[in-house]
């Protein structure tokens, strides 16, 4: 063993490969996204009737989508939290404690009582377990991606973030499934308890997530910032001051792609169920196709980003979700199964995947070593609860203040505008050394 593994137990050991951490690195990402994204489908199917049955049935789901966003709203804090710590501390250490902390809030809101059993408390208990939720996934992202894209070859960046990206369809995969399986309980079962299966299911898939994540060691990169004694005193006051510009353009490289998802897997499962009598399975399964679609699209990305760009991706995506906000509303209007499936699967990659896959080496690209957990984590949380937790609330509110969806169309329009002036004033990233 070297002087500086035993000065410093950062360094990583003989031994450890670049797969163990993408493995590592996948299959907890994919733990908390699936935690974080059950969230979604029960606030479409069911939190408005067991929390906020009080509530007129549009104003139930407003207020459930509500309580969905304040898990958005959490997430800067998070990130700002663990973006701090984790450029003091190491990367390694943050990932854990975000695990345990996801794990915990999901598993508890599976044995929350209902408004008929505690009244005002249900919703109040659904809101802070939902908040603890939002903080742990704000500190996951940035961690699990710079565990990958700091350790690997440079040359690989963007296929290798894209395969933490794989997390988030994996979760989603595993959440729809779960999902699609209790919905099948006759409609009594599935609302007293069969909804809570999805939730306590993740006791499980926590302690396996965090048995492997126990085994990794720190990133080369953060090792090295550690040893030569260079740690920043307060990374996060660095990004704000000193790197504004790159918190800027990370926001604004979040704010279409974000927006999209949960529209697609959150704002359209109660479109299609309340607004269009769609069965829960016809548009549960679409949403399951597309994120299987994404298990090849992201790496397939995440590689061509590697030898094109970054940035070339963005501006297809951007101008793809742009053109795509009005077909999306029309094909789903359609009530064909097979039409809604193959749609919001091909939606699905060329607006959310196109951006999502290189955004993990993207964002984290801007920054230097030293706040690079800081500045991704936070330009991203900050963007996720500006644009996705509230797209689902603001879409339903725009439907039911116009009754068309054409302002909701006009809406995600506007933010790939956004993205897209990001994107041209951004920096191609892809071919410099970190």
């Excluded at 008929?116 to 939902?130: E, F, K, N, S, W």
């Excluded at 060329?350 to 706040?371: D, N, R, Y």
Aim: one cysteine or more; charged letters at 15%.
């Amino acid at each position: 063993m070297s002087t500086a593994e035993v000065t410093n137990p950062a360094v990583p050991k003989e031994g450890s490969s670049i797969k163990h951490i993408v493995a590592a690195s996948v299959l907890g990402t994919t733990v908390e996204w699936y935690d974080f994204l059950i969230y979604g489908t029960a606030a479409a199917l069911v939190f408005n009737k067991l929390f906020f049955p009080q509530f007129d049935p549009l104003v139930g789901t407003l207020a459930a989508f509500g309580s969905y966003a304040v898990g958005f709203v959490a997430r800067p804090l998070g990130g700002a939290i663990f973006g701090h710590f984790g450029d003091k501390l190491g990367r390694k250490a943050m990932l854990t404690l975000t695990m345990i902390i996801m794990g915990a809030g999901t598993f508890l809101i599976g044995c929350l009582p209902t408004y008929d059993q505690v009244g005002i408390l249900a919703p109040i208990l659904l809101l802070i377990l939902r908040m603890a939720q939002g903080i742990g996934i704000g500190g996951e992202w940035g961690g699990a991606t710079l565990m990958v894209i700091e350790s690997g070859d440079r040359n690989r960046r963007g296929f290798l973030g894209s395969l933490v990206q794989v997390g988030f369809p994996l979760g989603m995969v595993c959440a729809t499934l779960i999902f699609l399986l209790v919905s099948k309980l006759p409609d009594d079962q599935f609302m007293s308890w069969g909804w809570r299966l999805p939730f306590w299911l993740s006791a499980i898939l926590v302690a396996v997530g965090l048995f492997v994540r126990m085994r990794l060691v720190e990133t080369p990169k953060f090792a090295k910032v550690q040893e030569q004694g260079e740690v920043a005193k307060a990374p996060l006051l660095d990004v704000l001051t000193k790197d504004f510009k790159n918190f800027i353009v990370a926001v604004g490289l979040k704010l279409s792609e974000v927006a999209w998802v949960y529209v697609l897997i959150g704002f359209l499962v109660y479109y299609a169920t309340s607004q269009l009598h769609l069965p829960k399975a016809v548009i549960l399964d679409a949403v399951l196709y597309a994120a299987i679609l994404e298990l090849v699209t992201l790496p397939l990305f995440g590689l061509l980003s590697d030898y094109v760009g970054r940035k070339p991706l963005y501006i297809a995506g951007t101008v793809l979700s742009m053109f795509a906000a009005f077909p999306l509303f029309t094909l789903v209007e359609t009530k064909d199964p097979t039409t809604i499936a193959i749609s919001i699967a091909i939606i699905m990659s060329i607006t959310h995947g196109l951006m999502f896959s290189p955004q993990a080496a993207f964002i984290p690209e801007l920054f230097g070593t030293k706040v690079r957990y800081s500045g991704a984590s936070l330009g991203v949380q900050v963007s996720a609860a500006i644009s996705g937790g509230f797209a689902p609330m603001i879409a339903t509110g725009l439907l039911a203040y116009y009754g068309t969806t054409t302002p909701i169309s006009w809406y995600l329009i506007g933010l790939g505008a956004i993205t897209l002036v990001a994107t041209l004033v951004s920096r191609e990233t892809a071919f410099k050394d970190l």
